[in-house]
């Protein structure tokens, strides 16, 4: 196994190739050296007839694509940067609960790892206050069906001087860089379990994402400023989840769902 030049070893492909299938059933992995956007590639690969299940992790993304149209570049093998198809059979009514699900499932396999992470609505996921990893979400239609593809950015070996914004953060600044290989199969476990019980379990499934996720996110209680797409701002404090994933702020004796937003928390004085 080689390193980079930072000491940064690879991904190791024997390994993920023989991950125990129980925890990765029906996942296909694939690792690329470099690419622009792994979202772009599965995307394509979408459009093309992929089965649900395809992977594909980049090394190096020198084109990351975020929420609100942010681009980003990590360092080479100091992340974990990949994409996972998914065609889901649930109604299409439901598919707003997929980003927050993802973002749920990372956060579950960080705490696994021993990290006290948390979820930011809808689906950054935090360490303390910091950002410690990003989910995009894309829905693409193709001749199989619509198709639903995520995107995740997980900061794994940066160091502080290599974090891009000081809101962000990685796991070797919050205390420990672990394997990125074994970290990878945890976090792609928790994905498919998570997304499995969801497809599977129905109206009930539903709601217990939503007591789990809830239970999760850090938001909730806080006084946050919602940027929202139309260029208005919202303030006041966030209480709650609706049953369409939407999150509830209340404000001068008022309550407004927000379906989408950059939410910022307000630090108490």
Same mark, same amino acid.
């Given at each position: 196994?080689?390193?980079?030049?930072?000491?940064?070893?690879?991904?190791?492909?024997?390994?993920?190739?023989?991950?125990?299938?129980?925890?990765?059933? !029906?996942?296909?992995? +694939?690792? /690329?050296?470099?690419? #622009?956007?792994?979202? *772009?590639? %599965?995307?394509?690969?979408?459009?093309? =007839?992929?089965?649900?299940?395809?992977?594909?992790?980049?090394?190096?993304?020198?084109?990351?694509?975020?929420?609100?149209?942010?681009?980003?570049?990590?360092?080479?093998?100091?992340?974990?940067?990949?994409?996972?198809?998914?065609?889901?059979?649930?109604?299409?009514?439901?598919?707003?609960?997929?980003?927050?699900?993802?973002?749920?499932?990372?956060?579950?396999?960080?705490?696994?790892?021993?990290?006290?992470?948390?979820?930011?609505?809808?689906?950054?996921?935090?360490?303390?206050?910091?950002?410690?990893? !990003?989910?995009?979400? +894309?829905? /693409?239609?193709?001749? #199989?069906?619509?198709? *639903?593809? %995520?995107?995740?950015?997980?900061?794994? =070996?940066?160091?502080?001087?290599?974090?891009?914004?000081?809101?962000?953060?990685?796991?070797?600044?919050?205390?420990?860089?672990?394997?990125?290989?074994?970290?990878?199969?945890?976090?792609?476990?928790?994905?498919?379990?998570?997304?499995?019980?969801?497809?599977?379990?129905?109206?009930?499934?539903?709601?217990?994402?939503?007591?789990?996720?809830?239970?999760?996110?850090?938001?909730?209680?806080?006084?946050?400023?919602?940027?929202?797409?139309?260029?208005?701002?919202?303030?006041?404090?966030?209480?709650?989840?609706?049953?369409?994933?939407?999150?509830?702020?209340?404000?001068?004796?008022?309550?407004?769902? %927000?379906?989408?937003?950059?939410?910022?928390?307000?630090?108490?004085?």
């Amino acid at each position: 196994m080689t390193t980079d030049p930072a000491g940064r070893p690879p991904l190791d492909a024997a390994r993920l190739a023989a991950a125990d299938p129980d925890l990765l059933p !029906g996942l296909t992995v +694939e690792v /690329v050296d470099e690419a #622009a956007s792994t979202n *772009a590639l %599965v995307l394509d690969r979408a459009r093309s =007839g992929a089965a649900e299940g395809l992977v594909v992790v980049a090394e190096h993304q020198t084109a990351g694509r975020g929420r609100l149209d942010r681009t980003w570049e990590t360092p080479a093998r100091s992340a974990l940067t990949f994409s996972l198809l998914l065609r889901p059979s649930a109604p299409l009514r439901s598919w707003p609960w997929l980003p927050l699900l993802a973002g749920y499932a990372v956060d579950k396999a960080l705490k696994a790892e021993g990290f006290e992470a948390s979820v930011k609505w809808p689906n950054d996921v935090l360490i303390g206050d910091r950002k410690v990893a !990003g989910i995009l979400l +894309e829905q /693409v239609e193709t001749d #199989a069906g619509p198709a *639903a593809v %995520v995107g995740v950015g997980l900061n794994v =070996g940066m160091t502080a001087e290599e974090l891009p914004v000081p809101e962000a953060t990685s796991l070797a600044v919050a205390g420990d860089v672990p394997d990125r290989t074994a970290l990878l199969v945890s976090v792609l476990a928790s994905l498919w379990e998570s997304y499995t019980a969801w497809q599977v379990g129905g109206d009930l499934a539903g709601m217990r994402l939503a007591e789990s996720y809830a239970a999760a996110c850090a938001t909730l209680g806080r006084q946050v400023r919602v940027d929202l797409p139309s260029g208005d701002v919202l303030t006041g404090t966030a209480t709650g989840i609706d049953p369409s994933g939407r999150l509830l702020v209340d404000h001068d004796g008022e309550s407004t769902a %927000v379906s989408a937003g950059d939410v910022v928390h307000v630090r108490s004085e």
